[in-house]
């Protein structure tokens, strides 16, 4: 069991307050990402479908950029060890973008200091990738690269850009081939090669099992045009012609120079797995990662972030099949959080003080990957009742010797663990309770709808039953007039037989006319 980490305690540090506008900080939502530049002690967020707002105004002037300085990147990624115990390593297994007309470049990012938890919006120029969403991005001083992500209009984008964050000067990456468009995929920093790992195809909504390298080893940084060429996607096959699994919701993480370490994720059955996977991209071998230990749940759509050296720590998800998610109810969204020791594949669940983050999806997580003095910042997300908590929480490690009342023994310590307890408590039954709420209100909704329905039903049925007795009364009118019209016909005909009188054959013959005296006649011949 990994034991060198001191105590963890959550802090929660309130960003918006009900009923204020603050216009340096972002609007929160799913899919956004913080991410730490490490040689300016700084985290820089991005993304989301509504572009920031510019503080200086429409009518102000934008900071004067600093003067470029050219240059390769520098990687801020943490050095790993090689695995000192491989004994746990068992079996193997077997693009341009998608603009619209309605897509708003961004031209602001937000920086938020560490140090007093204050943002601060700052103005970019240059060529800036427009609004998106899941999407993925990492830091290598100065610049930070953006890669596909969803727009707005829920397509999938595969452009590249990068932020020179020395002058804030966007620029964006020419490239004829890539990857299919997709989403909810794994993306890994390995220096001067990325890998994309699987995802969700869009638009055909395929979960897919590809692997592709990114490899900036051809860029030509000091290009003067805002398009850099030299960028290389390239298929990465796997040795002895396996596949890796179809996965999406997944993350993955660099654990040494040449393994990735993947966990979770969705498969083609739309079940959430707990299957953790090496990748080795020298050897070019998917493994099979025997941990041990307290392991986490099936999940997807949760974050992996290095704590230490070979410590990995996993945080939040969705437990929940995606039928479930479908259905929009009973969704298990997850706060847990798990260590896992590099160094034996040992799973742990610690025990964190403080006030914990309420259970979410797709959460922006960084960190300061400090050897001295761990710290781990979660933002956003998604909630059960979809809504977004504009709380940042930190994590951070607590040194007790140096009498941190949230750790050392005694009255202090049990009061605030108590204090911690029981606001942890409050906010899971004030979380219940909205549930419920939720649960009423579309019981409520449902009521309603189906009274609604049968009111507009009683009033159909009303207006026909009215109809059809109207064509009854007009056809009855109808009739009575024919019946009236009858027995006025009948007395008419009763009259005129009334006032027939009898009369001789002498009186006939006396007024015959010409032609019945020949019709006579004719008939007197037959005879």
């Known amino acids: 069991i990994y034991t060198d980490m ?28 913080l991410t730490y530049m490490i040689d300016r002690n700084k985290y820089v967020f991005f993304g989301g479908s509504n572009p920031p707002k510019d503080p200086t105004g429409s009518t102000g002037k934008a900071t004067e950029p600093k003067k470029e300085e050219v240059g390769s990147p520098v990687s801020s990624s943490l050095k790993f060890s090689t695995l000192k115990n491989k004994n746990f390593l068992k079996g193997s297994t077997s693009f341009s973008s998608i603009p619209t007309k309605k897509d ?34 990492w830091y290598e001083a100065p610049y930070l690269v953006v890669y596909g992500g969803l727009s707005p209009e829920k397509k999938a984008l595969t452009d590249i850009f990068c932020l020179n964050v020395d002058n804030l000067s966007w620029k964006r990456f020419f490239s004829l081939e ?12 390995m220096g001067m090669k990325k890998y994309l790992i699987g995802g969700n195809s869009l638009p055909d909504n395929v979960v897919l099992n590809d692997i592709w390298t990114l490899s900036f080893e051809g860029v030509v940084w000091s290009a003067s045009s805002l398009e850099l060429p030299g960028l ?15 996965m999406k919701g997944q993350d993955a993480i660099k654990v040494s120079d040449s393994l990735i370490f993947l966990f979770g994720g969705y498969n083609r059955a739309g079940e959430p797995t707990d299957v953790s996977l090496l990748l080795d991209v020298d050897t070019r071998k998917l493994i099979n990662f025997e941990t041990k230990g307290a392991k986490p749940t099936p999940r997807a759509f949760h974050r992996l972030i290095a704590l230490k050296d070979n410590v990995v720590c996993l945080f939040g998800g969705i437990g929940s099949s995606e039928e479930t998610l479908k259905g929009g109810s009973n969704i298990q969204y997850l706060s847990d ?15 964190v003080g403080g006030y914990a983050p309420l259970p979410r999806a797709s959460p ?58 029981e606001l942890a408590q409050a906010e899971k039954t004030i979380t219940e309770q909205k549930e419920r709420i939720g649960e009423l209100e579309t019981m409520v909704r449902k009521v309603r709808d189906e009274w609604e329905t049968k009111e507009t039903k009683k009033k159909q049925l009303k207006a026909a039953i009215d109809e059809v007795r109207a064509e009854r009364e007009q056809k009855m009118k109808e009739m009575a ?47």
């Open 104 to 137: 708003t470049s961004v031209e602001c990012v937000h920086i938020l200091d560490p140090g007093t938890f204050e943002w601060k919006i700052e103005r970019t120029t240059g060529k800036a990738p427009s609004r998106r969403t899941h999407h993925y991005v």
């Open 481 to 527: 007039l024919q019946v009236d019209e009858r027995q006025h016909r009948m007395e008419h005909n009763r009259s005129l037989m009334d006032n027939l009188k009898p009369v001789s054959y002498t009186h006939l013959r006396a007024h015959e006319t010409g032609r019945n005296l020949v019709c006579r006649l004719l008939l007197e011949k037959k005879k």
């Open 364 to 421: 922006s997580i960084a960190g300061n990957q400090s050897e001295v003095a761990c710290q781990v910042l979660v933002l956003g997300g998604r909630l059960r009742d979809g809504t977004v908590d504009y709380s940042l929480h930190v994590l951070e490690e607590i040194d007790p010797n140096k009498g941190d009342v949230w750790l050392v023994g005694g009255t202090a310590a049990n009061e605030m663990n108590r204090i911690s307890a």
């Open 178 to 189: 890539g990857p299919p468009p997709r989403i909810h995929g794994s993306f890994t920093n």
């Open 337 to 351: 959080m798990y260590i896992l020791s590099l160094d034996d594949g040992f799973w742990t669940q610690p025990s």
């Open 232 to 246: 290389l996607w390239s298929r990465f096959e796997l040795a002895d012609g396996a596949r890796a699994p179809p």
């Open 6 to 33: 001191k105590p963890l305690f959550w802090k929660k540090i309130a960003l918006k307050n009900k009923g204020t506008t603050n216009p340096s900080m972002p609007k929160l939502e799913e899919g956004q990402t």
